[in-house]
DNA sequence: CATCCTTTGAAGTCG
DNA sequence: CGACTTCAAAGGATG
């Protein structure tokens, strides 16, 4: 370790959660004592970071000095040996596959680092990489034919776990990556960016004779760009021009090479390792970006495809022309004339949650068999903290480097720029201004097991009341739903807590498919007393009233996940603090799971609700919860 | 059709 | 410096 963070060189999350990871770091060193394996990972990866950091000094030094160590280090702790344990043990449910499917990945990325030359990964790497690639594991078919295809050296970095999730949805073939000279696909495992992991590859996806179905039969129904099918599991993270055909709609997928650029070649991700972005790297970014952010030679790259982060007007634009042809257009005039001048909106950097949701969407959506954002997002905010450090501190790194990468795009944008904008514009939704008082009580109640659990479906329930009442009977709403916000009901009165759980719950948390998630929630009078007792620890909740978010504060500190924290205050909570008591500071986020009634149970044994994830959850917990933290004692 | 909802995190503004 | 606000994605729901 030292170099993962090279003395902070890798910034790889939050200030928060450096912050809060800082002391931990001789527990590298234990690990490293513990771990060989993970140690070589994290040797190599280090060994990666260490070269794009320096790569990047070069670039962009300032950032790297201020940025505190990188998550990733700080993830190290003595817990994780267990909680890697556990989850392996656990694995189940959410993920299916291995403990964490789709991350096994995790590691792997670094050593994509295109800064190491072919075979320049260590054999323990290599090792590594193979004894932790979910395919090999799972050795579908599929994947063992891509191993054997000659043409791709390690197709195991392709396969991902998740393509057990989705066969048959492959829209894209490395093969054909390969042959159509569209992507310069890289084959090695060391190729792979650390960013891939956010690709879910699917064997399917790169399945020799597996052609795609059709590239360009998709259209974004926004954008209006046609796009790649894409495959639940992947997440584009832009949209791709129809020039991006056969393209891995990688999350950071604009990035990724097109027409096989010399330059990308070999890698198959956008980000050389973002961190560093050399000259070639440079004059390819410099092509994609709006004249206006880069450097004045710049322009669109070859491709055409624009940035991911860059919105151009085109749909107000649009929008506009036909205003202009019907309305009058000196008005319209200027106004167009404004919209040019307006530079394309350009994006904010997606946040290492952000990422996390683009990537994990698709499966909870399938899942769950839900559509609707907010309760996918409520549900992945828990799988997000059900995470592991390991698991989160990949997303951050992305998030780094994806905000890095955005920073070097447009050297000069701000997110004031999108403030301004919106403000000017209007457009934007203007925020919902909370109601102080009101908010602040549900968020308060917030807690309440039932909402902040898996079932937390519950909490998923804003319109709880629409849910259970319908919009016959709005006169039974609580006046938050009235208003489209979340339901105090439920929160406060428990006794609803367990019924909705099961409506909506269901949908939510349950995974359909998975047997064990799908549980008993009948069997379980007792089951579901117990989830619901358990909720209050689970990891979500998030003060409300604190808006902050920074739940791993804590978590850092104590290291262990967050589910655990919460269930250490909440039993601490329960023991008979007094909400006010536990409230100050650090706490303050988890009084918010304070509850009445929710406590007592919630005992749970933290480092086992720590370590459970949603899936694997006892039998007897409800079956709605996969998503939840609740634990399994895993004992 | 615009906005809400919902999540976390980053970054901005404000006092 | 802390508290608060905006925005990023997403898509159904709502007015």
């Keep these: 370790m030292p170099q993962l963070n090279g003395g902070g060189g890798d910034d790889l999350g939050a200030n928060d959660e450096m912050i809060s990871f800082k002391d931990e770091g001789e527990q590298e060193e234990k690990i490293s004592e513990n771990l060989s394996a993970e140690r070589d990972l994290a040797d190599v990866k280090s060994s990666l970071v260490n070269e794009s950091e320096t790569n990047q000094n070069s670039s962009s030094d300032s950032e790297a000095e201020r940025r505190p160590p990188p998550r990733s280090e700080t993830f190290r702790d003595k817990t994780r040996e267990s909680l890697e344990e556990a989850a392996k043990r656990q694995d189940g449910g959410l993920f299916k596959s291995p403990p964490y499917p789709g991350y096994p990945f995790i590691m792997i990325p670094d050593l994509t680092s295109p800064y190491l030359p072919n075979g320049s990964l260590s054999p323990t790497a290599r090792t590594y990489l193979q004894m932790k690639w979910p395919l090999l594991d799972h050795g579908s078919l599929q994947s063992r034919q891509a191993l054997k295809d000659a043409r ?33 696909v890289v084959q090695h495992p060391h190729h792979v960016h650390p960013l891939t992991p956010l690709i879910t590859y699917s064997n399917e996806h790169f399945t020799p004779g597996n052609p795609p179905p059709h590239l360009q039969g998709d259209v974004d129904p926004k954008t209006g760009i046609p796009r790649p099918p894409q495959h639940p599991d992947i997440s584009p993270y832009y949209p791709l021009s129809p020039g991006a055909v056969g393209q891995i709609p990688h999350p950071l997928g604009w990035l990724v090479p097109q027409q096989g650029q010399p330059v990308y070649q070999g890698f198959r991700h956008p980000y050389p390792t973002a961190l560093t972005v050399n000259a070639s790297m440079q004059s390819f970014l410099s092509s994609r970006f709006p004249h206006h952010m880069v450097p004045p030679h710049h322009s669109l790259h070859q491709t055409g495809i624009p940035h991911p982060a860059i919105v151009t007007p085109n749909v107000k634009q649009e929008s506009s022309h036909s205003d202009i042809g019907l309305n009058s257009s000196k008005h319209q005039d200027s106004k167009k004339e404004d919209e040019k001048k307006k530079q394309p909106h350009i994006k904010k950097p997606l946040n290492a949650f952000m990422l996390y949701m683009k990537e994990m969407r698709a499966k909870v959506v ?32 992305l998030a780094r480097k994806e905000r890095q990468l955005h920073m070097q795009l447009y050297p000069g944008w701000s ?8 403000q000017q514009g209007k457009k934007k939704k203007r925020k919902r201004d909370k109601q102080p008082g009101e908010g602040n009580e549900h968020r308060e109640y917030f807690p309440n097991p039932c909402l902040s659990l898996p079932p937390i479906t519950d909490l998923s329930a804003p319109k709880k009341c629409r849910a259970r009442f319908g919009l016959d009977q709005q006169n039974n709403w609580c006046g938050p739903c009235r208003r489209k916000k979340k339901c105090i009901r439920y929160i406060q009165g428990e006794g609803s807590c367990a019924s909705p759980p099961s409506s909506d719950g269901s949908l939510l948390d349950s995974p359909p498919s998975s047997p064990s998630s799908v549980a008993p929630s009948p069997s379980s009078k007792e089951s579901r007393p117990q989830t619901e007792q358990m909720q209050p620890l689970s990891l979500t909740m998030k003060p409300a009233h604190q808006p902050l978010h920074y739940p791993h504060r804590h978590l850092l500190a104590g290291h262990p996940p967050p589910p655990s924290l919460v269930l250490l205050e909440n039993s601490a909570a329960a023991a008979g603090k007094t909400p006010g008591a536990a409230h100050n500071g650090a706490h303050g986020d988890v009084s918010s799971s304070r509850q009445p009634g929710s406590s007592g149970a919630a005992l749970a044994r933290p480092l086992a609700a720590s370590l459970c994830h949603s899936h694997s959850l006892h039998p007897n917990s409800t079956a709605p919860q996969p998503l939840s933290l609740v634990t399994k004692s895993i004992e």
């Excluded at 949805?169 to 093969?175: A, I, N, V």
């Excluded at 905010?381 to 501190?393: I, P």
């Design 415 to 422: 997110a004031r720029d999108n403030y301004a904008a919106n």
């Design 366 to 397: 399938a899942e769950c068999t839900l559509k609707e954002s907010a309760a996918i997002n409520q549900i992945l905010g828990r799988r997000w903290h059900a995470l592991t450090r390991e698991e989160q501190a990949k997303y951050y790194e």
């Design 152 to 184: 791709s050296p390690s197709p195991a970095h392709i396969v991902g776990p998740f393509c057990l999730e989705f066969p048959g949805q492959s829209d894209l073939s490395l093969h054909q990556f390969q042959l159509s000279n569209k992507v310069p």
